[in-house]
């Protein structure tokens, strides 16, 4: 069974949104911590968001303001709402689960397969 799905990614102008979602297995949704990390070509992957299963919340400096994480755990779902969006925001898109909050993206044992996000100018 695959652990985390991502979908929602797409093309889309500068300055408008999407909508990503993940859904988790059982395993993986039982971690306290789900994330979204993203990774541009060339580029380390780098921290997007995180919540814990309490719901407390973690934006990255780049995102605040812009990109909003939240889960539903009746349904095993994380999703990130990514509106104002801007062609630096274009990278894999990914899900992932783990223990506890952290920005390293080897904290996290669980990883969805990506989903691309491209903003055109």
């Known amino acids: 069974q695959v652990a985390l799905v991502e979908s929602g990614g797409g093309l889309v102008q500068a300055g408008g949104s999407l909508r990503l979602s993940c859904a988790a297995s059982?395993?993986?949704?039982?971690?306290?911590?789900m994330g979204w990390f993203r990774q541009a070509p060339g580029k380390e992957r780098e921290f997007v968001a995180a919540?814990?299963?309490?719901?407390?919340?973690y934006h990255a400096d780049s995102v605040r303001g812009r990109f909003t994480i939240s889960r539903d755990n009746a349904k095993n779902t994380l999703y990130l709402q990514m509106n104002s969006l801007k062609p630096e925001d274009t990278a894999a898109y990914y899900c992932?689960?783990?223990?506890?909050?952290?920005?390293?993206?080897?904290?996290?044992?669980?990883w969805g397969q990506g989903t691309q996000v491209t903003v055109s100018s």
């Open positions: 059982e395993r993986a949704s039982s971690r306290n911590v």
């Open positions: 919540i814990s299963r309490s719901g407390a919340t």
């Open positions: 992932a689960a783990g223990p506890t909050i952290s920005y390293y993206s080897s904290r996290y044992d669980y």
